[in-house]
């Protein structure tokens, strides 16, 4: 594809036709050329996330554990809260690409860059997102991304609406610990709590359901000793293991679409510099376009990536409609 972008020149771009249009590089043009050219889209693989035998069982189990805590703590929708922790990759590649027919062997671009950074989103079954925390890997403030011209307009709005919460990891990776897994509950998560038993006039010891999956450090003596001692209003209540995509709402509904505007906010800043770069060499011999891949220019236009994620899910009717089956939770307690 690069070798071809080299070949065929920019100037198309700009050239002005008879009647006054200008070349439209659209999607048919596109599959036409490459077709005729031999090349087919083609799909790498991976394998799949194994259920495990019992999962139906398993999700019995914690379904019936939800709904005695329901049943008997009267907990409303808006204190059941679910988080999830994604990966979402620094320079976000794809799962097919356009190759020769017939190579066995297909190269993706960008599919083996290893940087990334982890984000901690939560929903309650009443609709409400709250805001999502952004791991990024490091040991100082340094490695968080920083307010430029280009990310300003999406800094305003996080500000304003606090709607992210950018923490470093501690160390050299951009998972969880248990350093940023306090702060998303002490800043995130018990606030939400805090603020919602105000608003529905409930008692500050109003017992809250908080569901994760069953990660290490989810499941660590330490975190559970921690979350019992300083807030024992939290009941947690773990996903079966290999069973997220199954009984997780965040995993189920919310994360595809997240990754999905993740996604479309990248490719619409790399599409925008190398419209960029096309009009610098629009009268000069067409060359390769280098996209900027460096990481402290990654991590600042994250921030605009976030925001429009943040907003492409924070609809209380889609939250609801994906987290239909912990509502069902309620239907079982009248």
Not at 33 to 39: A, C, N, V
Not at 153 to 158: C, K, L, P, T
Not at 242 to 247: A, R, V
């Amino acid at each position: 594809m690069i070798s071809m972008i080299e070949t065929h020149a920019p100037e198309i771009f700009a050239r002005v036709a008879k009647d006054g249009s200008r070349f439209r590089c659209s999607e048919s043009f596109v599959r036409s050329y490459l077709r005729g050219h031999h090349w087919s889209v083609r799909r790498s693989t991976r394998a799949a996330q194994k259920v495990p035998a019992d999962a139906e069982k398993q999700c019995e189990q914690s379904f019936m554990r939800q709904a005695k805590a329901i049943r008997d703590d009267g907990i409303p929708a808006a204190l059941r809260v679910n988080s999830d922790q994604t990966n979402v990759q620094a320079v976000p590649g794809a799962n097919e690409t356009w190759n020769e027919a017939g190579q066995k062997q297909i190269t993706v671009n960008g599919k083996d860059d290893k940087r990334a950074f982890t984000v901690m989103n939560g929903i309650s079954a009443s609709g409400i997102v709250l805001p999502m925390q952004a791991i990024y890997a490091g040991k100082t403030a340094a490695v968080l991304p920083k307010r430029t011209l280009e990310n300003a307009q999406a800094w305003d709005e996080i500000e304003k609406t606090g709607t992210v919460h950018f923490n470093w990891s501690g160390n050299d990776s951009y998972w969880s610990t248990m350093h940023t897994m306090k702060i998303y509950v002490n800043d995130i998560l018990v606030p939400y709590f805090t603020a919602t038993k105000e608003e529905l006039r409930l008692p500050k010891n109003q017992l809250c359901i908080w569901q994760i999956d069953c990660w290490s450090v989810h499941r660590s003596e330490e975190f559970r000793a921690w979350m019992s001692t300083r807030h024992p209003d939290i009941q947690l209540e773990y996903v079966p293991g290999g069973c997220t995509g199954i009984w997780q709402a965040c995993d189920v509904g919310i994360q595809r679409v997240f990754k999905h505007a993740i996604r479309r906010a990248a490719r619409a800043d790399m599409i925008a510099e190398a419209l960029s770069e096309l009009r610098k060499d629009v009268n000069e011999d067409a060359g390769a376009i280098h996209l900027s891949k460096s990481l402290p220019v990654i991590r600042n236009r994250s921030v605009g990536w976030l925001y429009k994620a943040y907003k492409a899910v924070d609809d209380p009717a889609f939250v609801k409609k994906v987290c239909t089956f912990l509502l069902r939770l309620v239907l079982i307690t009248n």
